[in-house]
């Protein structure tokens, strides 16, 4: 199953034997290694920033232009995005991501065929998990009242995202597709379907939002158009000859193993979803504050921002999955302890680079989303506070990413629940409240208290961790889902 067209797999394993080759010559210096390393990591990242930052242009885009709507439209478009969407889309992200282990371990080993029925498993799975999680957008409304959020907000966000729920279903096939690209060094088409969709998303918001004026129903209806031409752009590409050795059909293997896939991508989605869900508790927690609306106005801003910049971390955080679960899968423990360290330094330099124009334009950048100068002028307070979440984030993520890489997601889900929920939140809650500070409050609590800590504890272990063993693990891992798929169809 090795076998191919010739120049199919040459790309990676031509990288990787430049980096071997660092490491058995002598004269090779730190900074060689770092260059190759940084051009095996920058194949991955600069598509995958690319593409990322065009995805989620496409709902600041909707946002921006709900915020033109009014004050109250903002605030529904930014509850229906953030809270519903983003819970939704944190936990089938998550879910996806166990495809960076598996087909990333898969893919270093050569066992080429199994990254297609790895994919198909994830579409099972994770088209399961909509269907369940379908009654968030049907009852979003008084889902939203109960949690305290107004009432006039409450009901026009339900209006909203029972308009997302195509957008809902996209996940599910979006995600697998973009997981077993990347883990083959495909970034470019992800990249230039992105920008299609984009281009598509901008003409549609256009016409349905300022030429035929269908309000905020219309803002909502072109994100689910425009996410389904990702979805279908990545399945021709595939389907039609992009990846011969790696897609072979569809296949009845997808539905073997399917409970210990199950596992893996609950611990998956788990450990993504409580780092995703938190900043949803951030927005949950200012609803409830006095004058609500203009608080949320002017924090959805501000995390709509560090959602945006937050693209790139993500980008680290695949480019750092498929590195560490490349190498690992190849046996090559020390590849992934340097993709680790190049991965986490060069991340954190552009987290520096962005904290410092946040700085910079304070009292500026709110202008993109809201003419009202009480909203502006909120933003411009909570300014310093998004330096730093984008200054944190730019390295945590990346943390998580080696841990995808390596298959560590059970564990981080109990670090994250432990330092997220059981720290920064009710920190969040004394800031907030008990010594009356309000938003700021609520957010520096959940920062210092919840990510920080975080951050500490994922350092700490990737430190100490034994590359060389969880090579052998990796190995091994790959190894039993192999012969599982082959026993199966031996058996049929």
């Known amino acids: 199953m090795n076998g191919g067209k010739e120049g199919e797999v040459p790309l990676l394993e031509k990288l990787h034997s430049d980096l071997e080759a660092t490491y058995t010559n002598k004269e090779e210096g730190v900074a060689d290694r770092v260059w190759v390393e940084s051009k095996k990591l920058w194949h991955i990242v600069g598509p995958a920033i690319f593409s990322r930052v065009v995805s989620y242009t496409m709902f600041v885009i909707t946002q921006a232009f709900a915020g033109h709507l009014g004050d109250l439209e903002l605030a529904a478009m930014s509850i229906a995005n953030n809270v519903i969407v983003g819970l939704d889309f944190g936990l089938l992200l998550g879910m996806a991501s166990a495809l960076e282990t598996l087909c990333g371990q898969a893919y270093g080993a050569k066992k080429y065929h199994m990254l ?110 425009s996410w389904w031409v ?49 900043y949803r508790m951030l927005i949950l927690m200012t609803g409830n504050l006095s004058n609500a609306k203009i608080a949320l106005d002017a924090l959805s801003i501000c995390m709509t921002v560090n959602g ?92 998580s990413g080696v841990a995808v890489g390596s298959g560590w997601q059970s564990s981080v889900a109990y670090i994250n629940l432990g330092c997220y929920y059981l720290i920064g939140v009710p920190l969040g809650f004394l800031m907030g409240w008990g010594f009356n500070q309000g938003v700021m409050g609520i957010w520096a609590g959940m920062i210092f208290g919840g990510t920080a800590i975080q951050t500490v504890i994922l350092c700490i272990i990737t430190i100490r961790c034994d590359w060389d063993k969880e090579a052998q693990k990796a190995s091994m891992h790959v190894k039993k889902w192999a012969e599982t798929v082959e026993e199966t169809t031996a058996a049929s």
């Open 116 to 225: 297609g029925i790895y994919m198909q498993r994830s579409w099972i799975v994770l088209t399961g998990c909509c269907v369940l999680l379908l009654p968030l957008y049907l009852y979003s409304c008084p889902l939203l009242k109960l949690m305290g959020q107004p009432r006039d907000v409450a009901e026009l966000s339900g209006v909203v995202t029972r308009w997302m729920i195509p957008l809902h279903f996209s996940f599910a096939f979006q995600f697998p597709l973009q997981r077993f690209l990347q883990s083959q060094l495909k970034n470019g088409i992800i990249a230039w379907v992105a920008l299609l969709a984009l281009l598509v998303h901008i003409f549609n918001s256009w016409l349905f939002v300022s030429h035929f004026k269908f309000g905020l129903i219309g803002t909502a209806a072109t994100v689910n158009f």
């Open 308 to 399: 945006w910049e937050l693209m790139i971390p993500f980008a680290f955080f695949a480019g750092a999955g498929v590195r560490v679960a490349n190498e690992l899968g190849a046996g090559n423990g020390k590849g992934a302890k340097f993709a680790t360290i190049v991965a986490v330094a060069t991340s954190g330099v552009i987290g520096l680079f962005f904290m410092a124009l946040i700085i910079i334009l304070h009292d500026k950048f709110a202008f993109i989303f809201s003419n009202s100068e009480v909203v502006v002028e909120a933003v411009n307070k909570l300014s310093i506070l998004l330096a730093f979440t984008i200054l944190l984030n730019s390295v945590q993520p990346v943390l």
């Open 230 to 278: 990702i979805v279908l752009g990545l399945f021709l590409y595939t389907v039609l000859g992009g990846c011969p050795l790696t897609w072979q059909g569809f296949s009845m293997d997808a539905f073997s193993g399917l409970w210990d896939f199950v596992k893996l991508s609950a611990s998956s989605g788990v450990m993504l979803c409580l780092e995703n869900w938190y």
